[in-house]
């Protein structure tokens, strides 16, 4: 025993390469879009990792990978499965394991290390490892169960629970999980509840994908008698869904599939599966729905029903199901999880009796309700994300869910409650019915979201627009739950494809969405009709002999997002995966327009929630929904064109290329003058024309001063909607016109990016006045004050505030952009972004007439960097005048500005404020 270990620690030494000078560290190891995932079912994951080094200019010039079964067989670095050798390359974000066909169920250990262009090799990095789940449907041997039916299933009725006693026979090795359902699921294992994931399994395209879910159950298990339990939920899956009042949309019949796997230290394996043994019955959740919220009566609950002694004889048999026609498929994204707890900041009696509690906070979610009274006491909570003029809670815009829980005592002393398959958007609580005078510690805000990763810090000497990051932030964290949902409180919380493509840059800013929007966009993908055409929404709620979708610059987020997947986090994988969805929509919408290449016919929710010339006080602000829609059709052209020089297909990207340059010619033929108008003179008519790329260089510049113009003449207001609004600064910006950006940013009075905070706002708002400057609430039946879609302007902050961008033809900031703008009077910024390769960050003052900037350049990327209205003599770097060296790559005067091209590494700048 002991020699073994010895000739382990001996062999793991001889392993490390000799010490190197300075450090060049490898960690951060990824597979796909997951630390150390544990279920995958991609064939050949993607391996990354991120390189620190103390040396500045640092890249490396090699690495080597190495897979085993085993972390000791790994660390010897013999009996591997898969060893690289040295491969000489750049690469270090999504390489390709490229070893032997991988096994369902099993764990390999990776480690890399790399080489850099110092000549420094660096030692290996700690071990990492993924677990496969299963790669053939043969692998699941579980059947499907449920209740039997009954006449109620397609009406709101109690949640069903299902239990089954086993025996573990011995010592055990490992045990895992593999679970799904249709509805959603809670597992209990021995009474305790497997894992903190929430809304299992997820939101798919039902018909075509259902995901499936992992966990490692080992610490979980006896020996001896055990018991696993489970209790379903409707969820969306035959719950409430969408604005018709449908429910049912995807089947009546709750079930359950389970695979539990053991493997015992002696090398033997058994399976407890879902089957016909299992018992079923209904506990304390009387209903439970996503809008309308959970019934829960505590009396009704049954003690130790999923510990292995409870007597279950008098639950029914379960029946079996037939299988569901979707595909299983593990998950590639985050969970959700519970991400936040807030407490109230005031409470105070209504005068309907209800107490109401002020968490402080716009937010998706609900409350731990603590409570001590008699048996049979029911407390009921209202949530609602404002009040009305009186102070009482503001419901009208929930349409119609009603977003309310109500909990009946079990009476033994203290309770706590959390609903269960429910969540609702709120602010605010009403409760009614306490027993007791109510404490801070009576009701605690839970938030709840796809746990992203945080990876953007933005912040400004200006704390209204520290305000509005901040409100961006939690409108991403309230929408992002399993999908990108347009809101978190009304019937709706749908994956409204338009809100999702205009939001998604911002989003990779402020989080990891790699893996949330891949899972969507094999969503989106599954959901699309042989047309080609994209639904509204996704996953599609609509059947499909109804077809709603087709519709620009909602569709277009078939293109548009993997697209900025690729920009931002280097992914051609997903981009190969998504190209065939991406073309099938962009033939579509051409077919659409006709052989004018002008696509006028059918609905169209053009520049939606613009301003509207039907507010007499602030006249005319809409843009052709013909001149939209070809705006668009020709950008997803130009996208697709250019994937498809990423992915190697030349004759496409040719044939895209023409397509679009023709597209091009027709809108301006159709929509823009030689004088450089466009289309109705609108702001979001120049936004798209120039964002697009579809005037012709010599006319930009008068396009781009009517716009200007245009907001200068409205006294610096803003008259865009969902479409034009994410483009418009970055428009103006683009053409010269900085200071136009910076007043419309930092504008306080309607409409604008401010007004809602000088209300209030803790999230941004669905319409730019959802309360009007006489506080009247804009129209209940579309009013949300959790929509993030105007919160786009979050990537414009990003990339000119902060200065931090990318390089397009460098895609995953393999070449960042760093430009950093000051204006409107800001003296002081900082912006910092979790890149693939590492962190990229700047802060910048204005000190004693100077601009100074610190910038951080990931390892293994370069960063090109400006400086505006400056020149060569003036900048220093570190206190000494610009030359080559330490780091610094390359120094140019372009015209006004002067550019500094750098390696990694951190480096401190200032040259005189300019003018
Ligand atoms: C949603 C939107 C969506 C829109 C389509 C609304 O009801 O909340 O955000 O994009 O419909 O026009």
């Not at 190969?576 to 579509?588: H, I, L």
């Amino acid at each position: 025993m002991f020699g073994t270990a010895l000739l382990l620690f001996l062999a793991g030494r001889a392993a490390v390469p000799p010490a190197v000078p300075g450090r060049l560290e490898v960690s951060g190891l990824r597979v796909e879009y997951l630390t150390d995932p544990l279920g995958i079912d991609v064939p050949r994951p993607r391996l990354s990792w991120r390189i620190a080094s103390d040396a500045r200019n640092t890249m490396q010039t090699a690495y080597q990978l190495q897979v085993g079964l085993a972390p000791a067989s790994v660390e010897r670095g013999s009996g591997l499965l898969w060893d690289s050798g040295r491969i000489m390359s750049d690469a270090s974000v999504f390489v390709d394991y490229a070893g032997p066909p991988l096994e369902s169920r099993t764990r390999y250990y990776w480690r890399v290390r790399v080489w850099d262009s110092n000549g420094r090799v660096s030692r290996w990095s700690p071990m990492a490892s993924w677990e496969t789940g299963f790669f053939r449907a043969a692998d699941w041997v579980a059947r499907w169960i449920g209740p039997a039916p009954s006449g109620g299933d397609s009406l709101p009725s109690p949640s069903p629970v299902l239990r089954r006693a086993f025996r573990v026979n011995g010592p055990i090795r490992s045990a895992r999980a593999y679970v799904t359902s249709l509805g959603l699921y809670e597992l209990y294992l021995n009474g305790q509840r497997v894992g903190d994931q929430l809304f299992t399994p997820g939101w798919t395209s039902y018909r075509h994908r259902l995901q499936y879910q992992t966990f490692d159950v080992t610490e979980l298990l006896r020996a001896g008698a055990n018991a696993v339990g489970a209790t379903l939920g409707d969820g969306w899956y035959r719950g409430y869904l969408g604005f018709f009042g449908q429910r049912n949309l995807y089947g009546r019949r709750l079930a359950l599939l389970l695979q539990l796997e053991i493997r015992y230290q002696d090398g033997r394996t058994e399976r407890v599966v879902s089957d016909g043994d299992w018992k079923t019955t209904t506990g304390p959740i009387l209903t439970s729905d996503i809008y309308r919220g959970e019934i829960y009566d505590a009396r009704q609950d049954h003690p130790g029903w999923a510990a292995p002694a409870y007597d279950d004889h008098a639950w029914a048999p379960v029946a079996v199901l037939e299988p569901p026609s979707a595909i299983l498929v593990a998950s590639e994204s985050p969970p959700v999880r519970r991400v936040r707890e807030l407490h109230p900041v005031s409470i105070r009696q209504l005068p309907s009796g209800e107490t109401l509690f002020d968490l402080g906070q716009n937010f998706t979610g609900w409350t731990r309700l603590v409570v001590r009274g008699a048996s049979g006491m029911t407390v009921t909570l209202r949530y609602a994300e404002v009040l009305d003029k009186s102070g009482n809670l503001y419901t009208a815009n929930l349409r119609g869910a009603s977003q309310t829980d109500r909990y009946t005592l079990k009476g033994n002393g203290a309770e706590q409650y959390e609903p269960h398959f429910t969540f609702h958007g709120f602010r605010y609580v009403a409760v009614a019915g306490l027993p007791q005078p109510a404490d801070t510690s009576t009701i605690t805000g839970i938030a709840v979201s796809s746990d992203l990763p945080q990876t953007g810090l933005f912040e400004t000497s200006d704390s209204l627009l520290n305000r509005l990051q901040r409100n961006i932030v939690w409108g991403e964290r309230s929408n992002f739950l399993d999908v990108p949902t347009d809101c978190p409180q009304r019937d709706e919380r749908l994956g409204w494809t338009g809100d999702a493509q205009v939001f998604s840059r911002t989003a990779a800013f402020n989080m990891d969405v790699a893996g949330f929007f891949a899972k969507w966009l094999a969503d989106l993908a599954a959901d699309q009709d042989t047309s080609g055409s994209v639904p509204w929404v996704i996953p599609n709620l609509f059947s499909d002999s109804v077809h709603f979708g087709g519709t620009a610059g909602w569709s277009d987020a078939s293109v548009i997002i993997p697209w900025t997947m690729y920009q931002v986090y280097g992914d051609r994988g997903l981009l190969e995966r998504q190209y065939p969805s991406m073309r099938a929509w962009v033939d579509y919408a051409r077919r659409r327009a006709g052989s004018e290449l002008i696509w006028r016919p059918g609905w169209q929710f053009g520049d939606w929630l613009a301003l509207h010339s039907d507010d007499p006080s602030y006249p005319g602000a809409t843009t052709g929904t013909d001149l939209i829609a070809t705006a668009f059709l020709a950008h997803s052209t130009d996208l697709v064109a250019r994937a498809a020089v990423v992915l190697g297909k030349a004759d496409e990207a040719s044939r895209y290329a023409v397509l679009f340059h023709a597209v091009r010619d027709a809108f301006n033929r159709e929509f823009v003058s030689g004088a450089g108008r466009v289309g109705e003179n609108t702001q979001t008519a120049y936004a798209l024309a120039i964002a697009f790329d579809l005037l012709p260089d010599s006319i930009v510049p008068a396009a781009a001063d009517r716009l200007a113009q245009d907001v200068r003449a409205r006294g610096a207001h803003l008259t865009t909607g969902f479409l034009g609004t994410p483009v418009l600064l970055h428009t103006l910006s683009g053409t010269g016109h900085v200071p136009v950006a910076f007043d419309l940013l930092t504008q306080r009075s309607y409409p604008s990016w401010l007004y809602p905070i000088t209300r209030g706002a803790t999230t941004m708002w669905e319409r730019w006045d959802g309360i009007r400057p006489d506080s009247s609430f804009e129209d209940p039946g579309m009013n949300s004050f959790n929509h993030y879609a105007f919160g786009a302007v979050g990537d414009w902050m990003y990339r000119n505030i902060g200065g931090i961008d990318l390089d397009p033809a460098a895609p995953g900031y393999k070449k960042s952009r760093i430009a950093p703008r000051a204006g409107a009077g800001l003296t002081s910024a900082r912006a910092s972004l979790e890149t693939p390769y590492g962190t990229l960050a700047t802060a910048w003052k204005i000190e004693n007439g100077r601009f100074v900037l610190d910038a951080t350049i990931p390892v293994n990327t370069t960063a090109a960097l400006t400086l505006w209205d400056s020149r060569v003599d003036r900048v220093q770097e570190g206190g000494r005048s610009l030359s080559g060296g330490g780091g610094i790559r390359d120094v140019q005067q372009r015209g006004k500005d002067v550019v500094v091209v750098v390696g990694s590494g951190q480096y401190h700048f200032s040259a005189p404020t300019p003018p």
